[in-house]
């Protein structure tokens, strides 16, 4: 599909993503704030190699991050403020080379 934007902003009762969310390979920007509900991403995530930019700000459950994120080489801007459940993250985010913006505040439960 040529699916360029997805905003799932404000789909409070929104727990999983399905894994075709993959197939999305020309998916840029991906809107999933407030979110309050999301508790894990799918494994497929590292498939979409064309985002650009994540926006997860105030999934209050969200409890990891997918090891898959290394291949998400075009990613510019990831905002995770407010994912109060968030405990640590990947080791591969030190090879987002593209990444210009990382939003992290508002935590409460994050380890390195």
């Avoid at 699916?3 to 969310?21: G, K, R």
């Avoid at 590292?46 to 930019?53: S, V, Y």
């Amino acid at each position: 599909t040529g699916l360029q934007q997805l905003d799932l902003i404000f789909c409070e009762q929104l727990t999983a993503l399905p894994e075709l969310l993959g197939q999305l390979k020309q998916l840029q920007l991906l809107y999933l704030s407030y979110c309050k509900q999301l508790w894990a991403l799918p494994v497929s995530f590292g498939q979409l190699t064309a985002l650009k930019e994540l926006h997860l700000t105030h999934c209050e459950q969200l409890k990891v991050l997918p090891d898959s994120f290394s291949k998400l080489t075009q990613l510019q801007q990831l905002c995770l403020g407010g994912c109060k459940q968030l405990q640590m993250l990947p080791g591969s985010l030190g090879q987002l080379t593209g990444l210009q913006v990382l939003k992290l505040d508002q935590f409460q439960h994050l380890g390195a």
